[in-house]
């Protein structure tokens, strides 16, 4: 079992920047991959990014150049830097963990809203 807690959502004019942290219950070192998703009112769950255990990281075209995934061992957090938002970018933010063995996590979100 992986439990996984989104943090640093909130509101931010067009341009700004956030930052999202994903705080893992176990040791990321041993996990397959990390992504952030994002799910807008009515759309589906689009993915944004990801980082694997051997700190390979991708990155959907919507966001490369201004978003950027990374890690933190130590602190088994995972974190989306965000920055020249856009209105477009507002939507509640998942992180998801997929384990070697198959299984795969949810957190409960974060909103992030960016006004124009």
């Known amino acids: 079992q992986v439990q996984l807690v989104e943090s640093g959502g909130g509101l931010v004019q067009a341009g700004g920047s956030l930052r999202l942290s994903c705080a893992v219950s176990?040791?990321?070192?041993?996990?397959?991959?990390i992504s952030w998703y994002r799910q807008a009112p009515g759309n589906q769950r689009d993915w944004v990014a990801r980082?694997?255990?051997?700190?390979?990281?991708n990155y959907a075209d919507s966001v490369k150049g201004r978003f950027t995934i990374s890690r933190d061992n130590a602190k088994n957090t995972v974190y989306l830097q965000m920055n020249s938002l856009k209105p477009e970018d507002t939507a509640v933010y998942y992180c998801y963990a997929r384990l070697a063995n198959g299984e795969y996590y949810w957190g409960q979100g974060t909103q992030v809203t960016v006004s124009s």
């Open positions: 176990r040791s990321i070192g041993s996990i397959t991959h």
């Open positions: 980082v694997t255990s051997g700190g390979n990281t």
